[in-house]
């Protein structure tokens, strides 16, 4: 998979954007968790896993905006996002770390001059989901040249990771009435250990390769993003996807999207594993 070290950048990106777009949908709150373990207490031991970004400012966020944290320990971290909006791709990307009682600090370096530096205050975190506010700087050799704050965000934690159990050839379509990625026909996608796949379009009888340009995919716990061209001169297309479950040859997913209007509505997609 493809691998770049400007993930604190891009995603902080995402998240002020989504801080604008995230509108209301029928998903669980991150306010309804009554989990009503300790608050800021053991942080070093609570954060430890993956999280996916939930709830900016009380409102759900479109599964195109969304990223993915990993904290491997208290001092190393790693995060995973497709960002549309500055056209990165970032996969597993490392960041170190540094907690301090509720307050946690992350350090990417982007090359040896770009680095930066998000800090986040935790006002709560349990089993299910952290609650924080973050301020995000950008240094070029050691000086300020950028960065956002934000006041409120939830992420939940992330239990399932189907990195590797979405490899494989896997057919399916869409089946929700609405979705602004997939036509409703049945296709084919063969999902690589490498990162990338290859998409099967029907012709009578017989699965045709469409030889795309370009066709890569990360998996990062639940979130799933692909990215394809045509041919090498056309535009580069995008789609993401949160996998809500891989189970017996059966694979489903679900997308919050967004409409042009600015309101919003669910995606739903099944697949079943052919080899």
Request: proline letters at 0%; aromatic letters at 8%.
């Given at each position: 998979m493809k691998q770049t070290k400007n993930w604190a950048l891009t995603a902080t990106r995402t998240l002020v954007f989504t801080m604008v777009?995230?509108?209301a949908s029928i998903f669980t709150a991150c306010s309804s968790d009554d989990d009503n373990s300790d608050k800021t207490n053991n942080i070093s031991e609570k954060i430890i896993g993956k999280w996916m970004v939930d709830e900016l400012d009380g409102q759900k966020c479109p599964t195109n905006y969304k990223a993915v944290i990993t904290f491997l320990s208290a001092t190393e971290a790693y995060g995973s996002l497709s960002d549309i909006l500055s056209e990165s791709w970032n996969s597993?990307?490392?960041?170190?770390?540094?907690?301090?009682?509720?307050?946690?600090?992350?350090?990417a370096k982007e090359n040896e001059h770009i680095t930066h530096v998000t800090k986040v205050d935790i006002s709560r975190i349990t089993d299910k989901n952290m609650w924080l506010s973050s301020d995000w700087r950008v240094y070029e050799d050691g000086v300020e040249i950028g960065g956002e704050a934000w006041n409120s965000e939830c992420y939940e934690r992330?239990?399932?990771?189907?990195?590797?159990?979405?490899?494989?050839?896997?057919?399916?379509?869409?089946?929700?009435?609405?979705?602004?990625?997939?036509?409703?026909?049945?296709?084919?996608w063969e999902y690589k250990a490498n990162g990338t796949y290859v998409y099967y379009n029907k012709s009578g009888d017989?699965?045709?390769?469409?030889?795309?340009?370009?066709?890569?995919?990360?998996?990062?716990?639940?979130?799933?993003?692909?990215?394809?061209?045509k041919t090498t001169d056309s535009k580069e297309l995008r789609e993401w996807w949160e996998i809500e479950s891989i189970k017996d040859g059966k694979m489903k997913w679900t997308a919050l999207r967004m409409r042009e209007d600015g309101t919003t509505y669910t995606a739903t997609f099944e697949m079943t594993k052919v080899k």
């Open positions: 777009l995230c509108g597993h990307a490392t960041a170190t770390v540094v907690i301090d009682g509720n307050k946690v600090t992350l350090t992330i239990s399932n990771d189907y990195e590797k159990d979405i490899i494989g050839t896997w057919e399916g379509k869409v089946t929700s009435q609405e979705d602004e990625h997939t036509d409703g026909e049945m296709h084919r017989q699965w045709v390769n469409s030889n795309d340009a370009l066709a890569e995919y990360f998996v990062d716990g639940t979130l799933l993003c692909t990215r394809w061209k």
